[in-house]
């Protein structure tokens, strides 16, 4: 059974709404809060709370940054609206509703920090574009290979790492564009603000929490008009999520309320984390949660989050086969292209021994993956080997339904995938659990492999 994510960007994107929606479909809340102590920022405290857009019960995430004041007051939540109201200003949006519900929840301040430089918030909690607010607080003018320092203190495994800088990643770039500079000489507030910070590392956190398998994002719903930053009045979409829609082939859909609904934050989160362009025929929605926005619209200022599930049966399943030949490349480099490309995330790599022109031996490097893995695919083939061009065509394939199993041992539990034609299984135990097994039995391999199909 395949678990899919489905991000319904209905109302637009964001961070804090991104975080929210993850929350509330069950990402471990102790688990985001001892990856985030890991950091060792500080000044800044975190709001988990739950409020109401349009009548609809969501759920609401905050990083709310302390100035001097706040530091003497940290668990006097009216700092909150002071906070609010000097930003509303310099953003010239409607912002006055932003904490509507502040009330509601401001006994779940629960979780407090200390922060290394003293910022405004750098939004009104629906986003990270940071607009103009120098002027309130002074400004730590973070750039890339800062952020890279902060992730690496992050206490998490490197699959959550490299989703975080990829989303940094794609926000620099598009900054960078935007301002005509190289990506190196980038110090900006949106990468560099410490909410943008907790809410990139949350999201990859919580997303690696909850364990799915594909991830949907849909059309992002934008608004129009234009929004105050520190140089003057910018046109909605900004340019860095302008840039970012362009880049990664994401979908706006033009909507007619006034004001940004979409942020660079926001939109490098799904272009990030998108693995599929859309949802399976049918599927079944085993959880659904909703992350607030703090913007009022005519339609509810939710992000809706589901996890989805699919049975992996479908035949004729449509894949993309990259080829490559390549004579002037050590075995360590290929081996080393071989892993790069199974983490992330082809679905088979192979060398086949050729002799090309001039009867050189030679390899073909081929790469199994999806259509819209091609790109980081074709990446890693220019980067890791010595390829100068690559083939490409789609190839159908039919392929058994599915689904692992974990079985207990006298040994300790072990991983069997079970694949079904017609009305017969077939029983296939996974190569780490019988390493593993073996190692701990001191048995050999075909004793345990045979062992684990009884098993089952």
């Given at each position: 059974m395949k678990?899919?994510?489905?991000?319904?960007?209905?109302?637009g994107?964001?961070?804090d709404?991104?975080?929210?929606?993850l929350l509330d479909?069950?990402a471990d809340?102790?688990?985001l809060?001892k990856?985030?102590d890991?950091?060792?920022?500080?000044?800044?405290?975190?709001?988990?709370?739950?409020?109401?857009?349009?009548?609809?019960?969501?759920?609401d995430f905050?990083?709310?940054l302390?100035?001097?004041?706040?530091?003497?007051?940290?668990h006097?939540?009216?700092?909150?609206?002071?906070?609010?109201h000097?930003?509303?200003?310099s953003?010239?949006?409607?912002?006055?509703?932003?904490?509507e519900?502040?009330?509601?929840?401001?006994?779940e301040?629960?979780?407090?920090h200390?922060h290394e430089?003293?910022h405004?918030?750098?939004?009104?909690?629906?986003?990270e574009?940071?607009?103009?607010?120098?002027?309130?607080q002074?400004h730590?003018h973070?750039?890339i290979?800062d952020?890279?320092?902060?992730?690496?203190?992050?206490?998490?495994h490197?699959?959550?790492?490299?989703?975080a800088?990829?989303?940094f990643?794609?926000?620099?770039e598009?900054?960078?564009?935007?301002h005509?500079?190289?990506?190196?000489?980038?110090h900006?507030?949106?990468?560099?603000?410490?909410?943008?910070?907790?809410?990139i590392?949350?999201?990859?956190v919580?997303v690696d929490?909850?364990?799915?398998?594909?991830?949907?994002?849909?059309?992002?719903?934008?608004g129009f008009g234009?929004?105050?930053?520190?140089?003057g009045?910018?046109?909605?979409?900004?340019?860095?999520?302008?840039?970012?829609?362009s880049a990664?082939?994401?979908?706006?859909?033009?909507?007619?309320?006034?004001?940004?609904?979409?942020t660079p934050?926001?939109?490098?989160?799904?272009a990030?984390?998108k693995?599929e362009?859309?949802l399976?025929?049918?599927?079944?929605?085993?959880?659904?949660g909703?992350?607030a926005?703090?913007?009022?619209?005519?339609?509810?200022?939710?992000?809706?989050?589901?996890?989805?599930?699919?049975?992996?049966?479908q035949?004729?399943?449509?894949?993309?086969?990259?080829?490559?030949?390549?004579?002037d490349?050590?075995?360590?480099?290929?081996?080393?292209?071989m892993?790069?490309?199974?983490?992330?995330?082809?679905a088979d790599?192979w060398y086949t021994?050729?002799f090309?022109?001039?009867n050189r031996?030679?390899?073909?490097l081929?790469v199994?993956?999806?259509?819209?893995?091609?790109?980081?695919?074709?990446?890693?083939?220019?980067?890791q080997?010595?390829?100068?061009?690559?083939?490409?065509?789609p190839?159908?394939?039919?392929?058994?339904?599915?689904?692992k199993?974990?079985?207990?041992?006298q040994w300790?539990?072990?991983e069997?995938?079970?694949?079904?034609?017609?009305?017969?299984e077939?029983?296939?135990?996974?190569?780490?659990s019988?390493?593993?097994l073996c190692r701990?039995?001191?048995?050999?391999?075909?004793t345990?492999?045979?062992?684990?199909?009884?098993?089952?």
């Amino acid at each position: 059974m395949k678990k899919i994510l489905y991000l319904e960007c209905n109302s637009g994107i964001s961070g804090d709404m991104t975080v929210g929606a993850l929350l509330d479909l069950g990402a471990d809340k102790e688990v985001l809060e001892k990856a985030l102590d890991s950091l060792n920022l500080s000044g800044y405290h975190l709001h988990f709370g739950r409020t109401k857009k349009c009548g609809l019960d969501a759920y609401d995430f905050d990083v709310h940054l302390e100035t001097e004041h706040e530091h003497s007051h940290e668990h006097d939540h009216e700092h909150s609206h002071e906070h609010e109201h000097s930003h509303e200003h310099s953003h010239g949006h409607d912002h006055e509703h932003s904490h509507e519900h502040e009330h509601e929840h401001s006994h779940e301040h629960d979780h407090e920090h200390s922060h290394e430089n003293n910022h405004s918030h750098e939004h009104d909690h629906s986003h990270e574009h940071d607009h103009s607010h120098e002027n309130h607080q002074p400004h730590e003018h973070r750039n890339i290979s800062d952020i890279y320092k902060i992730i690496d203190r992050l206490a998490a495994h490197e699959r959550v790492k490299a989703m975080a800088r990829r989303m940094f990643d794609i926000v620099a770039e598009a900054e960078a564009k935007a301002h005509g500079i190289p990506l190196e000489e980038v110090h900006f507030h949106e990468v560099g603000a410490i909410d943008s910070i907790i809410d990139i590392i949350s999201v990859a956190v919580c997303v690696d929490n909850l364990g799915v398998d594909e991830i949907v994002v849909s059309p992002l719903a934008e608004g129009f008009g234009s929004v105050r930053c520190q140089h003057g009045v910018i046109p909605v979409p900004v340019p860095a999520t302008a840039n970012i829609a362009s880049a990664y082939s994401l979908k706006l859909r033009l909507t007619d309320n006034e004001g940004e609904m979409v942020t660079p934050t926001g939109a490098a989160i799904a272009a990030a984390l998108k693995t599929e362009d859309r949802l399976p025929a049918s599927c079944q929605i085993l959880k659904t949660g909703m992350g607030a926005g703090k913007k009022e619209f005519k339609q509810a200022n939710v992000l809706r989050a589901m996890i989805l599930s699919e049975e992996e049966d479908q035949a004729g399943d449509e894949m993309w086969v990259l080829e490559s030949n390549i004579d002037d490349c050590s075995g360590e480099a290929l081996g080393l292209a071989m892993e790069s490309l199974l983490d992330a995330g082809a679905a088979d790599v192979w060398y086949t021994p050729i002799f090309m022109k001039k009867n050189r031996p030679a390899y073909m490097l081929s790469v199994i993956c999806k259509k819209n893995q091609i790109e980081s695919m074709e990446e890693i083939l220019f980067i890791q080997t010595t390829t100068i061009g690559i083939r490409r065509c789609p190839v159908n394939r039919t392929v058994l339904p599915r689904e692992k199993r974990t079985v207990m041992t006298q040994w300790g539990e072990a991983e069997i995938k079970v694949c079904k034609y017609k009305d017969r299984e077939f029983y296939y135990p996974e190569y780490e659990s019988v390493k593993a097994l073996c190692r701990k039995s001191g048995l050999d391999y075909q004793t345990i492999y045979r062992n684990l199909q009884r098993e089952d």
